[in-house]
């Protein structure tokens, strides 16, 4: 006999378990289903526990370099595995958190494999069990998952992904990070300050490539300064494996195969969508070229009654994303007409040493899509804050449409940029122009003056710099 529910959720990410919370804030009776642990890959094996690990790497910064702060610390040295057990224990708190949302919210959580066998229909497996759930709605939100190289599949050993490099079994002498994006930088970042040897390969151009061209040369040069390899426009021809190291063919830019030897390797070149084994095809549920699903503003894929929200639907991969998506879908659901979900104002952040955050078009985006542009850039060494943190390196940069005063973009790379963002997010978000941003007062000393300064230089109008 089957259970019936008003939604069922496929997913506990920070997409799913939101949807979860919201719909019963509405008064609907919800299921979430998930197969391993609540909170999904953000919460349990990505932005978290990273973020604890990059929080170990930078006090360890500091502490080598107590002498620029007139501090003195001898013998600095780490314990690998207490690093990896502390950034477990925060994943296992927030885990907890989840669950007792999960109780407040009256939400039923079912664990085990779930699969779609007719619209408004789904099964979930448990070892020998068979769990019938039966509802009006289902939301698919199960994710993604790290892309493998088509001739090298991570073994956990010398090949990681993201998931390996979370809990390592030793520390990396000498490690190559395939791809530079946000997930390869902040672990060539982590491992980077921890004393290993890093080389970075980007397939494209630059680093960072989603990201202002002027941030990406910014970042190339910071991170070359910090002893990092940077190989851009270079391919990963082959990898093999020993039990001591693995070995690289590269292909530079002019054609030149050349062969490395490093301790370790990450690949971080993307994910996939989690579409895999769920009943999508079964009940006719279309995916794009990428395979992910299909769905309009509001989650709704071509079947009546089957939603899908969150990295499983495609890009931006952001937790955040995922969990507005899911706000909407719910409200959607509920009749309650909210405004259709669009990309247009997700900050993304990189939690590297240097941090970079953005929101918006970049300039060379401005300026393709035919806008006259004003733009303000403000460095960090014209911040009395900065300076006094000894953070002196960084900018923010500001694009305004000059003919209306629009905020297109803002882009930042710096000490704590990814918490400055959200002021332009909020701005943009408002729809802002210029000239409120200018009149606003922004408290001394801090930070974010330098937000203000670079939309007052966009205008010719920086007092600092």
Known sequence: MSE??????LGSGPGGYVAAIRASQLGMKVAI??????????????????????????????????????LSATNVSFDLSKIVDRSRKVAGTLNAGVKGLMKKNKVTVVEGEGKLTAPGKLSVTTGDQVRKLEAKNIIVATGARARDLPFAKADGKRIWTYRHAMVPPEM????????SGAIGVEFASFYSDMGADVTIVEML????????????????????????KLLVSTGVQKLTTTDTEVTAELKAPDGTITTETFSHAIVAIGIVPNVENIGLEEVGVEPDKRFHI?????????VPGIFAIGDVTGPPWLAHK???????????????????????NIPGCTYSRPQVASVGMTEDAAKAAGFELKVGKFPFIGNGKAIALGEAE????????????????AHMVGAEVTELIQGYVVARQLETTEEALMETVFAHPTLSEMMHESVLGAYGRAIHF
């Not at 391993?36 to 890959?41: K, T, Y």
């Open 4 to 9: 019936t529910y008003d939604l069922i959720i």
């Open 33 to 70: 289903v998930e197969r391993e642990r609540l909170g999904g890959i953000c919460l349990n094996w990505g932005c978290i526990p990273t973020k604890a690990l990059l929080r170990s790497s930078e006090i360890y910064h500091y502490m080598t370099h107590a002498d620029a702060y007139g």
């Open 172 to 179: 990396p002498t000498r490690l190559l990070v395939i791809g």
């Open 205 to 228: 151009d630059r680093v960072l490539p989603v990201e202002d061209v002027e941030i990406s040369e910014f970042m190339h040069k910071t991170l070359t300064k910090q002893g990092m």
């Open 294 to 302: 299909k769905v309009d503003g509001f989650g709704r894929t071509n």
């Open 322 to 344: 995922a969990s507005h998506e899911g706000i909407v879908c719910v409200e959607a659901i509920a009749g309650l007409n909210p405004h259709e979900f669009k990309t247009w």
């Open 394 to 409: 960084g900018f923010v940069k500001t694009v305004f449409d000059a003919k209306t005063g629009e905020l297109l973009g």
